[in-house]
């Protein structure tokens, strides 16, 4: 568990595959407009922050980011 966590997107970045939102849809979902990520928790409680990595970990362009304290 990480207390302190904060998340950053880079919607630049993002092609829209949708696999952080499958990893973590508390924090995560697609624009209905450009199906480009929107961060819906910059800070996500901490029972989420497994989620929240294996979102970052299978984002293929790398466009998440994960700020710890
Ligand atoms: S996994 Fe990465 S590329 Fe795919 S929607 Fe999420 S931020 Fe965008």
Redesign the pocket.
Known sequence: MVSGLRVS??RE?????????FAAPAV?E?DDAD???VLLREHPEPGESDDVQE?AD???????KLHRR
């Open positions: 997107v880079d970045r993002c092609t829209g595959t949708g696999s952080c939102v995560f697609q199906g480009r990520v979102a299978v984002c293929p362009v790398a466009a998440i």
